[in-house]
């Protein structure tokens, strides 16, 4: 949008925004002002901004924008110049936008290394431009309850990571999480739709505190042989050592730049680089996260109780929680994983789901199990075991009660839960109480002959 200005006015500018396919993320935006013969263009928004004056080949680069308890603001500025007089780079530095001073300085600096530029306006016109549309934030929209549900889109992969919204999974260490979490960057990247999830085909860029680029390189092409996927991929990758707040406009930039849709951060208890049991470090770092205008899934673990580490603020700003257990048996070449899902929004909350990760020589697997069927079975909730133990057939009370002995806890349940379990299943229609009777006469319970498949093969 381009507006005039008089020759004394102040030199102003308003903005206008093209929403882009990233929800409520401004991506791009173009301001345009005719200040005698000096137009500019101003794109970006969430704290990023590239400045352009055409006419007078110069460009600029504002980020890192805070804004302080007495509302000065500052900002880290950079300008560039394809000039014949001064070309390349200019000068970087920190100012204050709501300074006159602080712009006077940068403009004089300026004006040392180009004096046939006015940096003087040059300098107002970014400070105002930048401020007003970083104090106007997002858009106030209407919301009419007229959206058609039917074309709404839920999942960036269903049915564990939604659009745009945070997915948490945690475990003990060594459980499997970190091969999980590539296994679903590499889906993603190549749009397959495996191992029971529908996938849409995104950018992925996977945020590490945890290794390094070699270790996750040679387990994105074991994980790629694999699934005997050829080629390249065009995962991104970026090496971590600061908090994931503090790194933002890095991360944003990237996020802009390579049109990323998903990301993994391995680990998120790294990534808020505070006292995990602080809300305000775990608030801040989810935050930044939402921000982003992205679907993530982060990686947790869990304290020396089993329990999710740090804040309850990790486990309520996550729209899905899946926690990760294993079974490995000593030389074993591969893992049972299973993922039970805890907390669900928007969405029900699913079936257990199993997995087991095979490693081969050059190569890693990661095919689809029923818990069921694997040692992570005594995981699963009461009433789903009971279902389980008589799939197999017929039992009465007492033999349920063997069944549902955990070797590790060394207990079973007592019999007044059984019995309570049984009665909703009864009621439920999952579990039926056989008209016959065992050879000593006591009650036996089996289950409706049916059987369906809870994900694609």
Known sequence: MTGQRSDHAHAHARCTYRQQNRGNQRSKGVCQLNQEEREFILEGGEGIYHLSWPQLNVEARVDRIRESHDHEVRAEVLF??????????????????????????MAKSLSDRDPEVDWDKVMEQLCIAVLQDFRTG??????????NLAVQEKWLIEPIVQLRNPTLIYGPG???????????AVLADAGLSHGGFEVERSTALYLDWETDQ????????MLRRGLGLEGQSHIWYKSMNAGLSNDIEAIRNVVVEKSVDLII??????????????????????????????????????NKEGVLFGSVYKYNSARQVFECKKDQQPDDNKIMLGLFHKKANNSKLRKDMGFEIGFGEDNVTITRRDVRDTA??????????????????????????DELYDPDEKKTISESHLRKELSIGTTRGIISKLRERNHEGKQLYGIPAREQTEWPI
């Open 376 to 401: 992570l079975e005594v995981n699963l909730p009461i009433l789903d075991r009971i279902s389980n133990a008589l799939r197999r057939g017929a039992l009465t009370v007492e033999q349920l009660l």
């Open 138 to 147: 997002s858009p106030v929209v209407q919301i009419d309850g007229q959206t």
């Open 265 to 302: 951060v391995d680990s998120i208890g790294s990534a808020c680089m505070g006292e995990p049991e602080s809300a305000e470090v775990v608030l801040r770092t989810f935050n930044a996260l939402r921000s982003l205008g992205v679907s993530s899934v982060c990686i947790d673990h869990t």
């Open 80 to 105: 560039n110049s394809s000039r014949p007089t001064s070309g390349g780079h200019l000068r970087q530095g920190r100012i204050i936008l709501t300074s006159p001073t602080s712009r006077k300085t």
């Open 214 to 221: 070699t270790e996750i390189g040679s387990r994105v092409t």
């Open 174 to 184: 060594s459980t499997g999480k970190s091969w999980f979490g590539q296994y679903i």
